[in-house]
């Protein structure tokens, strides 16, 4: 049996959604590496898009296509979301424009506040702590949701003969 586009797409949307995750999480439990606020709101079109993209391979295994292909179109948007707040966050990271003041300000410590969060980091969304290549987390976060936005969107899209 031929597997169809918007199978292929959808399958290819929850593996690349769970790799991206699962790199997010490494890097924080394992490398160490905090979230900032930005850096956590990048992760939740991919939360989504994992149950969402489940949903889409059943429903074109099934023959609901048209369903699947709206839900494929949901995803393709989320990540088109997902990719200007990654370039966003990485504006701000290069200083191109400022970001939420909850995580590039300097904080306002009153209180016993300031004693219970003596020890405490908070990341801040203007500094990138990791590059490759000269690109941040938040920009390679914005080249992965591109590229997942075409993949869904091109499942969303195409049409094959059954």
Not at 36 to 55: F, H, S, V
Not at 90 to 95: F, H, L, M, R, S
Request: positive net charge; proline residues 4%.
């Amino acid at each position: 049996m031929v597997q169809r586009l918007d199978e292929t797409a959808a399958l290819l949307l929850v593996t690349g959604s769970a790799l991206a995750l699962a790199a997010a999480w490494y890097f924080q439990l394992v490398v160490g590496l905090a979230p900032c606020p930005l850096c956590l709101d990048q992760r939740l079109p991919y939360y989504a898009a994992i149950p969402l993209g489940l949903l889409a391979f059943a429903a074109a295994r099934s023959g609901r296509t048209t369903l699947a292909r709206v839900l494929l179109g949901v995803i393709g948007v989320a990540m088109v979301g997902n990719m200007g707040l990654a370039i966003f966050h990485a504006g701000v990271e290069w200083k191109f424009w400022s970001g939420p003041t909850a995580c590039t300000g300097a904080p306002v410590m009153t209180g016993n506040i300031l004693s219970a969060l003596k020890g405490a980091r908070v990341p801040r969304c203007d500094e990138a702590a990791w590059r490759l290549f000269g690109i941040s987390m938040a920009g390679w976060n914005a080249l992965i949701a591109a590229g997942l936005a075409v993949v869904a969107f091109g499942g969303a899209t195409t049409r094959r003969k059954a």
